[in-house]
């Protein structure tokens, strides 16, 4: 697991999970970070460790990277993706919460369980210690994961941008 928040592009992933893979490249591209995962995991059993795995690792990496979060956003973002749409908002403020709406028609999309988004999310949460809401909507499975992944990366985008003094900590309580 390695994460570049300074660099795009690039993103080489490899979890065994086709469309997973796709949503963490979504993740990287639409964060404006490059990310590389090296996952090998017990596939002949299910996509359940993996996912929430390389969740917990991505989100750590993240979280490890931001360091003292000195100059970010920290908060970030509404997306539209033909018929659906989700809503991210998220608050890197060092406080692990997860809030998730929405639901799916069938149960995998390739070898990816439906299941796993919302497991996805609430564990790259945890490990980040951030606060994530996430609401997702729409008609196509595929394209409601996908959406969601895209707004909590340009949420994401915005949260760990760098803005004004590099010193300053976006808190009035002076640590995040």
């Known amino acids: 697991m390695e994460v570049d928040l300074d ?8 979890t065994g999970i086709g469309f997973y893979d796709h949503m963490l490249d979504q993740l990287a591209k639409h964060g ?3 990310l590389h995962v090296a996952c090998e995991g017990d596939l002949h059993i299910d996509d359940h460790h993996t996912v929430e795995d390389v969740a917990l690792a991505v989100g750590e990496a993240i979280r490890t990277a931001l360091g003292d979060k000195r100059g970010i956003g920290r908060y ?28 799916f028609d069938r149960e995998a999309v390739g070898e990816f369980s439906t299941e796993m988004v919302e497991h996805f999310w609430r564990s790259f949460a945890d490990a980040m210690r951030c606060t994530l809401h996430l ?14 992944f895209k707004a909590v ?11 004004g003094d590099s010193a300053e900590l976006p808190t009035t309580k002076g640590v995040l």
């Open 7 to 14: 660099a795009t592009g690039g993103s080489e992933i490899s």
């Open 32 to 34: 404006g970070f490059r």
């Open 76 to 103: 970030g973002f509404t997306l539209p993706m033909d018929e659906a749409q989700a809503t991210a908002a998220i608050d890197l403020s060092g406080r692990p919460y997860f809030a998730y709406e929405g639901s």
């Open 135 to 148: 609401s997702v909507t729409g008609g196509n499975t595929h394209h409601k994961i996908e959406v969601g």
């Open 153 to 163: 990366a340009r949420a994401l985008r915005m949260g760990i941008a760098r803005q």
